[in-house]
């Protein structure tokens, strides 16, 4: 079987990681061993960290939105649900920025929870 020498691919696949690495510590941005540990490890981290961040931006507007509901004398699950049974197809990132921007809009918004609630028994 004829020799292989990876060259070229070998340099470059390295050089990759390598450039990944700068700015680590020590030897994790020195050697291609400890450099390649340190990147993938990286790479799932901020794999995680973008489907983290999602949860987190979710979790935020359903505080704010909770806040503002309460200012106008409803809980959080009450409000969204009368906004389903009025019909309003709002998402919780728009219903947050309605709250933190104008709150007489939310007002408005509340109202209409409020209507298409059945009466308290």
Request: glycine fraction near 6%; proline fraction near 2%; charged fraction near 30%.
């Amino acid at each position: 079987m004829p020799r292989v020498k990876r060259g070229t691919k070998r340099r470059a696949k390295r050089k990759k990681i390598l450039e990944r690495a700068s700015g680590y510590y020590l030897t994790k941005s020195k050697l291609y061993r400890s450099a390649k540990e340190s990147v993938e490890r990286a790479l799932k981290f901020a794999y995680t960290g973008r489907k983290q961040k999602k949860r987190q931006y979710r979790s935020i507007w359903i505080v704010r939105i909770g806040a503002a509901a309460k200012l106008n004398g409803l809980s959080y699950s009450r409000f969204i649900s009368g906004l389903k049974k009025a019909g309003v197809e709002l998402d919780r990132k728009m219903l947050s920025e309605i709250a933190i921007h104008d709150p007489q809009a939310f007002a408005v918004l509340a109202e209409q929870a409020k209507a298409a609630q059945p009466a308290a028994a």
